[in-house]
């Protein structure tokens, strides 16, 4: 006997019966067995092949009492033997216990049966089990709606869809009017049932929105830094639209780096930059955010070279070249000539092996055959110096492989072979540049690290490179010797190492402050005198009472007023606590008060190794040197590249996504794709 006030289950709107035991699906005719009221076999087939969530009922009725048509019980009338036959084979059917079923319901995989009840795996409920997974989902669907397994049993709503959305315009860096393409559309409209996809307008309302709540964490964030540094990085998009991205990097109270991109700015498509132009650009970002009183630096990547203390006399910082750009310039400097011959000669074989799908074919087998790594061969790429390295590396790897394939003239022609192979005098010069170009792309790997302090290695890697690895050997050929001198020259005239000015360089003051190289070893005894002095000279500048109050009750420690404690301890003799009286108890620790002293004793300190993060060092350390940490978040905030991880993959990909941009949308995006979760 049916309950009073059962209500009629959804599956009803997708499917009729079309036979005692039979249901008919209302989208694809699908059939399937109909019994006892259940419905969660149409429940199941809807999320499974239409991707409708239905929403679960017990065990139901079904819409109506089904009646046979009037031919079939005419039939039915004049052949009682097929009747009789027909009802058997239904009821065996529905008592076989194997009886098979379209696919395994995703409740199982929160379930487990155990004899006559299902126990959640969840949270150990259990339920009786009817050959019926609908009290399962409804379970499921309202208990456990926050929990990961039951993703696969609930669909996805159109809110969690459109969140979807922006964050894959806003990682992938996508126009905005990616959402009113036909196939993004269609794509949509067949995964995510009845769909509506917003128009680009309301979708850019909402990133915008994103990006205001974004940035005003951001000001927040600002607001508590001491010192900021920028960087300017230029780029062009397609059509010759130029651009550049100012962003910013400063150290948190907790001695933490941190960066962030403030503004993309559209430049003027005609004409040369100017520096006032820049100037302007870069000082109206700072004053947009309010750091325009904390800027200490600019690093930038200008190819023109408007940018430079020497140019802008009036400028409020100083600028830095970007430090991966010049070892850019000074690679592209050294490769020329016969250099160049051999590396479109290393480059045409292996775009000979990526083509043809026979070569590489037989180029996997003597790999396997020599066991040799199963790789493929790399080519260089004319915007990225580095890759030169990485493809005379991997030939080198191969090269025997590499000459069996040519020599093979069942996989190569005579004609090819000759067009292709390398001569041995090529080999040698492919095997002495390898190490030469590894050690300048360790210098960029090192210089672009994200959470390194970078801007203080720059110069102890400069002069390595310099008076260590691009000193040229007898061992050398001449093209490897001719490479090393012309990056020398190269290195030594953008980095102005021989410049009189150098102590004053932004470089070589974080150098000094950084505790892994204040010693300045890399330098001459003239340029380590000048160096200190320098830092003298910025430790004298500073007002300690206004920055750091806590050095006013420093000094008042130094010098305490013994007039009564003097008098008792004579009475006991105790001379070393009359000295502690007279002399003050901070006389014998680390901790300094004037400014010559502080840089005296931090010179003087133990050196740490190279494997220490500088910041976590000013963190316990700072204390020491309330003067001198001061400057340390000044300078050791400034990073050594406008545009972290240049040379990886993941920083070129993102170069390359942003030239798709719109004007209207770049700001926007580039700042929601850099600056990630506040």
């Known amino acids: 006997m049916k309950r009073a006030g059962r209500k009629r289950s959804s599956a009803w709107d997708y499917f009729e019966q079309v036979g005692a035991n039979l ?30 969530s ?3 009922r017990d065990r139901d009725d079904a819409p109506a009492a089904w009646t046979a048509p009037a031919d079939a019980e005419e039939e039915s009338a004049s052949n009682p033997e097929a009747t009789e036959r027909d009802a058997a084979a239904v009821a065996a059917e529905r008592d076989t216990p194997e009886r098979k079923r379209n696919k395994r319901s995703s409740v199982w995989d929160v379930f487990v049966r ?20 609908t009290s399962m989902i409804y379970h499921i669907r309202n208990k456990h709606t926050e929990n990961p397994q ?3 049993v609930a669909a996805p709503t159109h809110a969690e869809v459109t969140e979807l959305i922006h964050r894959m315009i806003e990682r992938d860096l996508l126009p905005i009017g990616v959402v009113e393409g036909e196939g993004f559309r269609e794509l949509l409209t067949h995964v995510v049932h009845k769909y509506n996809v917003p128009p680009a307008g309301e979708i850019r309302r909402s990133i915008e929105c994103h990006y205001q709540e974004r940035a005003a964490d951001l000001r927040l964030q600002l607001a508590k830094a001491d010192q900021v540094a920028l960087t300017a990085d230029f780029w062009t998009a397609v059509p010759l639209q130029k651009y550049v991205t100012v962003s910013c990097s400063f150290i948190t109270e907790d001695w933490q780096g941190k960066s962030a991109v403030l503004h993309t700015h559209q430049l003027s498509s005609g004409g040369r930059l100017t520096a ?13 955010w309010g750091i325009e009183g904390k800027v200490t630096a600019c690093v930038h990547n200008s190819r023109e ?56 074919e037989a180029l996997e087998q003597k790999q396997a055959q020599m066991c040799l790594p199963q790789r493929k061969l790399v ?109 020398q020259k190269s290195l030594k005239e953008h980095m102005e190492v021989d410049s009189g000015d150098l102590a004053s360089k932004p470089a070589l003051i974080a150098s000094m402050l950084d505790p892994r190289h204040k010693h300045l070893g890399f330098l001459t005894p003239t340029g380590r005198l000048a160096a200190k002095a320098k830092l003298h000279e910025l430790v004298s500048k500073l007002d300690a009472a206004a920055a750091h109050p806590k050095d006013e009750q420093q000094e008042i420690l130094v010098t305490p007023d013994v007039s009564r404690a003097a008098a008792a301890r004579a009475a006991t003799g105790d001379t070393k606590n009359t000295m502690m009286l007279l002399l003050g108890d901070n006389y014998s620790s680390s901790y300094a008060t004037d400014s010559e002293a502080q840089v005296d004793y931090y010179l003087g300190d133990i050196t740490p190794s190279l494997d220490i993060n500088p910041l976590d060092w000013w ?60």
Request: net charge neutral.
């Open 23 to 52: 249901v008919r699906c209302k989208n694809c005719d699908a059939e399937l067995k109909y019994s006892d009221g259940a419905t969660s076999a149409m429940i199941s087939h809807m999320v499974a092949k239409h991707h409708v």
């Open 54 to 56: 239905v929403p679960p």
């Open 114 to 133: 155990v004899d006559e009840e299902v126990h959640c795996k969840l949270c150990d409920t259990r339920l009786k089990y009817m050959s019926s997974t």
């Open 150 to 152: 039951s993703n696969s």
């Open 276 to 288: 006032e132009g820049v100037s302007e650009t870069l000082s109206g970002a700072a004053q947009a």
């Open 305 to 360: 070279g408007v940018l430079s203390a020497h140019g802008n006399a009036h400028a409020a910082w100083d600028y830095v070249s970007c430090f991966a750009r010049v070892l850019q310039l000074a690679a592209s400097d050294g490769l020329s000539g016969d250099v160049l011959r051999i590396v479109a000669a290393a480059g045409r074989l292996a775009r000979h092996f990526g083509h043809s799908p026979l070569a590489g």
């Open 379 to 487: 080519r260089s790429d004319k915007a990225r110096w580095d890759t030169v390295c990485d493809m005379f590396q991997c030939l080198l790897e191969q090269r025997w492989a590499i000459k069996a394939v040519l020599s093979d003239r069942t996989v190569t022609s005579k004609h090819e072979a000759q067009a292709l192979e390398i001569g041995d005098d090529c080999w040698q010069v492919m095997e002495n540049f390898a190490p030469v170009l590894a050690t300048l792309k360790w210098a960029t790997t090192v210089i672009s690290a994200e959470t390194e302090v970078s801007i203080s290695n720059i110069y102890p890697i400069t002069f390595s490179l310099i008076h260590t690895h691009l000193v040229p050997k007898e061992s050398d050929v001449e093209q490897v010797s001719s490479f090393k001198l012309k990056v």
């Open 619 to 678: 963190r316990l350390n700072g204390p020491r040197f309330p003067k001198l940490v001061i400057l340390a978040r000044r300078y050791l905030c400034i990073p050594a590249v406008s545009l972290p991880s240049l040379l990886s993959d993941a920083g070129q990909r993102f170069a390359t996504m942003r030239t798709r941009l719109s004007p209207e949308d770049v700001n926007v995006l580039v700042f929601m794709n850099v600056n990630g979760s506040p």
